[in-house]
């Protein structure tokens, strides 16, 4: 999933500092499940601007609504009845949420509330690690299910570097190896041979290094 | 400020500190006229929101009273409200209500005088603190 963290409440406050108005949209996908903009989160905001606007005098109405998606026009296209009503929109989605909703609605000014982090996995609840960079081209099929370059710092193909001391990588000791975890887990599924071959350069055109990327299903695409 | 008399909204377990309030009425023991007992079925049950409606609402505190460690009846409903009330002092000294206003306490159920203390000493420091001070900005507004 897309994870994210609330931003700090003063730059919250701050965003919203104009307005005496505002829709405080959720979105129902990857947010609620890290627990980041879903109705919970929705609702939690919303009493705390409405404390924090009161607390210095000047009260703002929050109407709370969560979409099932904010990053599909057809539940973004469920505001167009009601969004006139308010000075601004202030989305608790990922950045993709906040922009389909700028987008599609180019007069109303729409705030992030929320800090897009990074597409990650649940290692226990309340802990979110990243997982998968988006690099285009995945190899977790030679690296025995684990990503070199979401989880190596230094995005290496051929690990370990230097840096890796028993098991853990050198910025920091609560980080593991990724190549380390690797090898160990390519000898327990006896496929070390993926490891002694050598890896070619990686192509990062198909990351983000070939500029903004698109997919485009022509067997779908109307 | 002397005639304030806060108005405290104690979330209380049904297995600790609601019996403990009760035991302290049964020993006669007085705690401030303030306090507003809401009974639920364990700490852990407590939502953030609830806590924020209560601010919200115009209570000028709001006490989470639960198990002592290692009592809790679903094991570790106390501890999952004490890391909630955390974060919430947190949040509300972002917005400057002040974390001082929620506090989470610990009880067994007989501690009746334990209760009635604890009120008093949390209702003297809100006191301390003033009213809730969205009611002075919300009467403003009006």
């Known amino acids: 999933m897309i994870t994210a963290t609330r931003k700090p409440m003063e730059e919250i406050l701050k965003s919203v500092e104009p307005f005496s108005k505002i829709l405080l949209l959720g979105c129902n996908e990857c947010v609620t499940v890290c627990h980041a903009g879903g109705r919970k989160e929705v609702a939690l905001l919303g009493?705390?601007?409405?404390?924090?606007?009161?607390?210095?005098?000047?009260?703002?109405?929050?109407?709370?609504?969560?979409?099932?998606?904010?990053?599909?026009?057809?539940?973004?296209?469920?505001?167009?009845?009601?969004?006139?009503?308010?000075?601004?929109?202030?989305?608790?989605?990922?950045?993709?949420?906040?922009?389909?909703?700028?987008?599609?609605?180019?007069?109303?000014?729409?705030?992030?509330?929320?800090?897009?982090?990074?597409?990650?996995?649940?290692?226990?609840?309340?802990?979110?690690?990243?997982?998968?960079?988006g690099c285009g081209d995945c190899v977790l099929g030679y690296t025995g299910g684990i990503c070199p370059v979401a989880r190596c710092s230094k995005r290496i193909f051929n690990g370990p570097c230097g840096g890796s001391t028993k098991g853990k990588c050198e910025i920091s000791n609560d980080v593991d190896c990724a190549w380390q975890l690797i090898w160990d887990r390519l000898k327990e599924l006896g496929q070390t041979e993926l490891y002694s071959k050598l890896m070619e350069p990686k192509d990062w055109r198909t990351a983000r290094d070939g500029g903004p990327r698109r997919i485009v299903r022509e067997d779908m695409a109307l | 400020m002397s005639d304030f008399e806060p108005v405290v909204v104690v979330f209380a377990c049904d297995y600790c500190a609601y019996t403990a309030a009760d035991v302290a009425g049964r020993m006669n023991l007085e705690y401030p006229a303030g306090i507003r007992i809401v009974r639920v079925p364990c700490t852990g049950k407590v939502d953030s929101l609830y806590v924020l409606r209560a601010l919200e609402k115009g209570a000028d505190g709001v006490l989470v009273a639960g198990c002592l460690d290692g009592d809790c009846h679903f094991k570790n409903g106390n501890l999952r409200a004490a890391a909630r009330v955390k974060a919430l002092k947190r949040l509300l000294d972002e917005i400057n209500i002040g974390s001082g206003r929620v506090e989470m306490v610990q009880m067994s159920a007989g501690q009746g005088a334990v209760f009635a203390e604890t009120a008093r000493n949390f209702v003297a420091t809100v006191q301390e603190l003033g009213p809730n001070p969205i009611k002075h900005a919300a009467s403003q507004a009006a």
């Open chain 1, 47 to 133: 009493a705390a601007l409405r404390l924090g606007r009161l607390q210095k005098g000047l009260p703002m109405e929050v109407e709370e609504l969560t979409l099932e998606r904010q990053c599909d026009p057809e539940y973004v296209e469920e505001l167009s009845r009601t969004i006139d009503q308010y000075d601004a929109v202030c989305s608790m989605a990922c950045g993709c949420g906040v922009q389909t909703i700028a987008e599609r609605y180019p007069s109303m000014p729409v705030m992030p509330m929320v800090n897009t982090a990074f597409m990650g996995a649940s290692e226990s609840h309340g802990v979110w690690a990243e997982r998968c960079a």
